[in-house]
């Protein structure tokens, strides 16, 4: 299956090649140009010869199916495709910015970068895991942070497509992907799960962290299936100053049962924004390995328990979601605290996986003086977070389940909005007064959240309220706005 080396100044259907920017084992990358586009893009070629490995020209074809079908800019924009039988390549959007893999020799990390790259990443998951792909090649190498900020992943030959033939699947059966950084699922020959890629970060995480693989580099599959029952050795162990919020959370990505990990990257992006509301178990204060005995009987279960495919992605997000309950503590925001609750508490009941944030605006001043103390010589931030808390204890929720958050800003409606958007919430629920002249005069806060918010958005309404025609009200009742 030889084919003639590109070069420098050849054409191949109308992209003019330039510079050769790199040449690995699997592919190399040219620079192009094509006169239609105004942007940097580059060409993919495999580096594919007679007698090669058929799982390099089977990942090729992979990313050839999937890479044109994402969207959004934590992936490369897909421009064209080549033909197998004549050229085979890709050519895609060049993304300005630089790999994460000169990180690892920089390695133990600052604690805030860690969790800064961290979020980024795995929204960047979150992004795809939406789009049915799930990548299973998540390594420092195959993430670049753009000039903007946001992380881009790269290289989908060994990813899965939920809705595509899985052609590696269908071929092979020995475990694919880079060994420091398979998860113990698809080493049992699983590459349906999205919580495989979260495993992934985690080896990413810990090497950030700690300066040293948690798993090693294992060369065997007997080497390889050891991180089925064997947990590694905790951060604080090696480095002292690891928070226990941050080995919380990668202890957790580590789980060999994806059931263990967070359920979505969409929530491990939250703890990781959050870090002084991720829950703390014994993950997160463990010093030393787990015992012979349950290292044991962890092997045990995993031998005697199939390996089973997960439930479609959609599925798995849909019943793991973020939902922000916006609480009135005194800003006339929404409708009565306790209705709210009781709408809140209706959601949770049938969701029981999701994240609720609580989440209350301070307002401040746009011009004049901001008050730190309420009359009583009480700090006012700390008494609302407080106060979000009691609010939250009728629920009854399990620890680390809700957590806490006040915004302060002269802008109530765009702070909710923002908080939507950075923490990637799927659900706000809120409440809003109808009647005020102010508000019929500005508009209020709810219906900028319906109009703006990236989430599903719940109004509820006590009865004497109405989002529209006070005709209309109910007891307790509300009203839902998809967007997006």
Not at 178 to 202: A, H, M, N
Not at 333 to 339: A, I, Q, R
């Amino acid at each position: 299956m030889a084919r003639e080396p590109l070069a420098t100044g050849a054409t191949v259907d109308g992209f003019l090649i330039g510079e050769k920017l790199h040449s690995g084992g699997m592919a190399a990358l040219w620079e192009v140009t094509r006169s239609d586009i105004d942007y940097p893009i580059v060409l993919k070629a495999p580096q594919i010869q007679d007698g090669d490995d058929a799982t390099a020209i089977v990942s090729f074809e992979m990313e050839q199916m999937i890479l044109p079908q994402l969207t959004g800019v934590h992936a490369p924009r897909c421009v064209a495709v080549g033909d197998l039988a004549r050229q085979p390549y890709i050519v895609m959007e060049y993304v300005p910015g630089h790999s994460l893999l000169p990180l690892l020799d920089k390695a133990p990390l600052p604690i805030a970068d860690i969790a800064d790259l961290g979020a980024k990443c795995a929204i960047a998951l979150d992004a795809i895991h939406r789009q049915h792909v799930i990548h299973l090649d998540i390594k420092p190498s195959n993430v670049l942070i753009r000039d903007s900020g946001e992380a881009v992943l790269i290289d989908f030959g060994l990813s899965h497509h939920e809705l595509m033939p899985d052609l590696l699947a269908e071929e092979f059966r020995l475990p694919i992907g880079t060994g420091p950084y398979i998860s113990p699922e698809q080493v049992r020959g699983v590459r349906s799960d999205p919580r495989s890629d979260l495993f992934s970060l985690g080896v990413m995480l810990y090497h950030f962290a700690t300066g040293q693989r948690p798993f090693g580099y294992p060369r065997t599959k007997s080497a390889l299936r050891a991180r089925l029952w064997r947990d590694p050795v905790p951060p604080r162990a090696i480095r002292a100053d690891t928070p226990e919020w941050l080995q919380e959370i990668i202890l957790r990505c580590l789980e060999s049962d994806p059931g263990l990990r967070h359920p979505t990257a969409a929530q491990l992006a939250f703890d990781l924004q959050n870090p002084g509301e991720a829950p703390i178990t014994a993950r997160g204060r463990k010093t030393q390995r787990d015992s012979l005995a349950t290292m044991l009987r962890r092997r045990w279960r995993l031998h005697s328990t199939p390996a089973r495919a997960a439930l479609p992605i959609a599925e798995q997000i849909e019943a793991a979601p973020i939902v922000m309950a916006a609480v009135d503590l005194g800003d006339d925001l929404t409708t009565p605290s306790d209705v709210l609750r009781e709408t809140v508490a209706r959601i949770l009941r049938a969701l029981p996986g999701a994240r609720l944030a609580c989440v209350n605006v301070l307002r401040l001043n746009r011009i004049g003086a901001n008050y730190v103390l309420d009359e009583q010589g009480r700090n006012i931030h700390v008494q609302r977070l407080v106060e979000l808390r009691e609010w939250a204890r009728p629920l009854g929720l399990p620890e680390g389940q809700a957590t806490f958050h006040v915004l302060e800003s002269p802008d109530t409606a765009g702070a909710l909005i923002d908080y939507a958007r950075v923490n990637r919430v799927d659900h706000a629920i809120l409440g809003a007064r109808a009647r005020s002249p102010l508000l019929r005069l500005v508009g209020s806060v709810a219906s900028r959240v319906i109009a703006e918010a990236p989430c599903t958005v719940t109004l509820v309404r006590a009865p004497d309220l109405s989002v529209a025609d006070p005709a209309t009200a109910a007891d307790g009742a509300s009203d839902s706005w998809k967007n997006g």
